[in-house]
């Protein structure tokens, strides 16, 4: 086999050639979370329940609208892919029932992003554990394995789910996240990690529900990898590795006691109950529950609420019809009780709870339990077992690492799992800014600090004004990349998720057609990011069905960089451009080709776009592009020392040091998005080497980039684009635009 296309060199990526590699990346994409067929975004009520006749064919998209989409992120810059797949797309129909159809199709859709040189790690997807719980990653059954209905979560709020909730489109922000800290996730959670020291009682099969659980986890990622293996063409080409599942969670595990509120529960909306009374409710008893909102200083409490599921509980009748998906429980789980009864932690004749401390040490030994434990051994334990799964099918794998978001990370710094080929993986959002969505200039808070100790009080850790924020936001990046190279080792480290809501004060931006809180927050985001000193980044996320109405499709989030109600930014001097629904967008897709204009559809490009059916009276924006296409380097002749792009200057400035001169083959390279930087007016600054314009051509697309041989040593760069005023593309609109001025628009696109 030849050299690795990409290969782990000590806390770095490098390519054939020795030069060090940025991942510039972006989530693809967010419609792979939910079937195709049929078509259940979450708020669709219909055939909901019957989620075993499901197909994820077409998901993210279909083959044919795939080179639209990686032409697309391509020309804007991005050059890898965390490929969104779930555990329900694989193995929806039973247990050990594959979908080869989807998996064939995924294969293809990976075979087409090779064609444009995209880097692809593949992500098992999974958001509070289900679709049925409000989520997205597990197949329906897994939660009838566990003895619950989940017809039953709505009435017993054993999870809040939007797809059965009574007006969708008035579903909460971000409420889809407490399902971590209610019912189900927490059951389900602690009976995948730990159910073989927690659920004794339950077998299925003739194995504990942790083994049954995970076996079928695993076994079907493996099968996927399996079929990616048997392709060919795809390992090491275009598929460099593996991630670990999407943002683990402990479920009980280490609550130390679960008739409060754990201290590090930073989280509350909505009814907020405490685990015991979760249990309760999910057994159908009335419980009143504490009421809570998220303002501008954290969460706070609002009243009380009663809920009552008037006897009607989460878990299967007592009745049921076990037989369907062919599985044997054991004689000592009983459907109709909750399992957590069946093991001494309450008990039902009197709803009593009679173990609060339950989960805080391990049943059988006394064992202390806390986060940082659970990490180090349950977590860790499925972790090698999925990891080894994959490297028997394709020993070079990248693995990439994600243990639970926030968290310390395990120690592996000088075990034997100090594996070289591994990656970690990270997530982090400006919490403050995802939950209010609003970007607030005035003041944000430092959660990594508050969340390790670092101050004495959490008034300390209030940041005031946008340079204090950005600042901070950079601060806290830089910090979990710090600890990442005390805990885990000397291994690269990328943000696989981090993004920006758009659907900012009350959809502003969808009214008025400014994005400049966006912009701003994007900015913020990245200029993090740049300062953060990690591998790279895969941007959450893009989304190719987008619209002003619904977000993402996905639980009221709007995260998505591409939308089909906003324009894409232009290149160059030019401030408007054709979007999806204009006729010359369609024609010149219609053949694979990329948006443009040209004699045959000059006219079409001259009419302004057409405004959504829902928005037929509102301007549109451009999504705050000008703050997510920023110049990166891509290849680094020696080892990157920092960047930074200064969007208000339009002024990059980065710093390396090599060993020895550039060969004259492997130069370092710098994407260079042609709106910031049109070659006309862009200055380059450099410590000393040459260096030169280049358009790249892949499938058709140009993509510009700066190539620059240098001496050996500490070198440097600055690269001084077009600075425009705040506002200036927002304000010139085609809508706007003369007849006269959009002909000259026309012809310089087609120069």
């Not at 990976?110 to 597990?138: C, N, T």
């Amino acid at each position: 086999m030849g050299s690795l296309r990409l290969h782990i060199d000590g806390k770095s990526f490098r390519d054939t050639q020795g030069r060090e590699v940025i991942l510039r990346g972006i989530n693809v994409a967010g419609d792979a979370k939910y079937p195709k067929t049929p078509d259940i975004p979450s708020f669709e009520p219909h055939k909901f329940f019957e989620a075993d006749d499901v197909s994820f064919v077409g998901r993210p998209f279909s083959l044919e609208d795939s080179h639209i989409h990686f032409k697309r992120l391509r020309k804007w810059g991005y050059n890898t892919i965390r490929y969104i797949f779930t555990w329900e797309a694989i193995e929806h129909a039973g247990p050990g029932i594959y979908d080869d159809e989807w998996i064939s199709f995924t294969i293809e859709v990976l075979r087409i992003a090779k064609q444009y040189e995209f880097y692809v790690f593949m992500d098992p997807h999974q958001d509070v554990w289900s679709r049925l719980s409000g989520g997205s990653g597990a197949p329906m059954w897994t939660l009838y394995a566990a003895g619950f209905d989940p017809k039953n979560f709505k009435i017993t709020q054993a999870a809040l789910v939007h797809n059965t909730f009574d007006n969708p489109d008035e579903f909460p922000k971000m409420i889809w996240s407490t399902n971590y800290t209610r019912l189900v996730c927490q059951t389900m959670f602690t009976l995948f990690w730990a159910g073989r020291d927690f659920a004794p009682k339950a077998i299925i099969d003739g194995m504990n529900i942790q083994d049954y659980l995970q076996s079928h986890f695993i076994a079907a990622c493996k099968h996927l990898a399996q079929k990616i293996h048997e392709a060919g063409d795809l390992e090491h080409d275009v598929v460099i590795g593996w991630e670990s599942m999407n943002e683990p969670h402990r479920g009980l595990i280490g609550v130390q006691d679960i008739s409060v509120i754990p201290p590090e529960q930073q989280l509350q909306l909505g009814t907020s109950p405490t685990a015991f009374q979760a249990i309760l409710t999910g057994s159908g008893r009335a419980c009143e529950q504490t009421t809570w909102a998220f303002g501008g200083f954290g969460p706070h409490q609002t009243g009380r609420e009663l809920i009552d599921p008037e006897g009607v509980q989460a878990w299967l009748d007592v009745d049921h019809d076990d037989t369907k998906y062919g599985w044997q429980r054991g004689d000592d789980w009983k459907l109709g009780e909750c399992i957590w009864a069946q093991h001494g932690v309450w008990d039902p004749l009197t709803d009593t709870l009679l173990q609060k401390d339950y989960f805080s040490k391990v049943p059988t030994t006394g064992e202390k339990l806390d986060y940082e434990k659970f990490t180090n051994t349950y977590f860790l334990h499925h972790y090698r077992a999925y990891r080894d799964a994959i490297r028997n099918i394709w020993p070079e794998a990248i693995m990439l690492c994600q243990p639970p978001v926030m968290e310390v990370p395990p120690v592996l710094k000088g075990t034997l799992d100090d594996d070289p080929n591994m990656v970690h993986a990270v997530h982090f959002y400006d919490g403050l800014t995802l939950i209010t969505k609003h970007w607030n200039r005035l003041y944000n808070v430092d959660v990594i600090g508050v969340l390790r100790g670092k101050y004495w009080a959490p008034a300390f850790a209030v940041k005031l004004g946008e340079t204090a924020i950005r600042n901070c936001l950079r601060d806290q990046l830089k910090f979990l990349r710090d600890e990442s190279l005390n805990y885990m080792g000397d291994h690269p480290m990328v943000f696989t998720e981090i993004g920006i809501p758009y659907d900012m004060d009350d959809k502003h931006a969808y009214q008025t057609g400014d994005y400049s809180s966006q912009t701003s927050a994007m900015d913020a985001n990245h200029f993090a990011l740049e300062g953060s000193t990690s591998n790279g980044f895969t941007l959450w996320v893009y989304e190719t069905e987008n619209n002003h109405q619904w977000g993402d499709q996905w639980n009221g989030e709007d995260l998505s960089i591409y939308s089909h109600d906003d324009l894409e930014l232009p290149a160059g001097n030019a401030t408007c451009s054709l979007n999806s629904n204009s006729p010359a967008y369609s024609e010149s897709h219609s053949s694979g080709g990329e948006s443009g204009v040209g004699p045959r559809n000059l006219k079409g490009a001259l009419v302004s776009p057409s405004i959504s059916s829902e928005e037929p009276s509102q301007p549109k924006g451009y999504r705050a592009a000008e703050a997510f296409l920023r110049p990166s380097p891509i290849y680094v002749s020696g080892t990157l020392e920092n960047h930074v792009f200064d969007l208000q200057n339009c002024r990059f400035t980065m710093s390396l040091t090599a060993k020895k001169a550039t060969a004259s083959d492997a130069p370092t390279e710098i994407y260079l998005p042609d709106f910031h930087f049109p070659e006309a007016a862009t200055v380059v600054s450099v410590s000393g080497g040459k260096w030169e314009f280049d358009l790249y051509e892949i499938q058709n697309i140009k993509i510009q980039r700066l190539r620059w041989w240098h001496a050996g040593g500490e070198q440097n760069i600055q690269i001084e684009g077009l600075k425009r005023q705040p506002g200036e593309v927002a304000n010139q609109s085609c809508e706007n635009m003369t007849y006269f001025d959009q002909c000259q628009r026309a012809q310089c696109l087609m120069m």
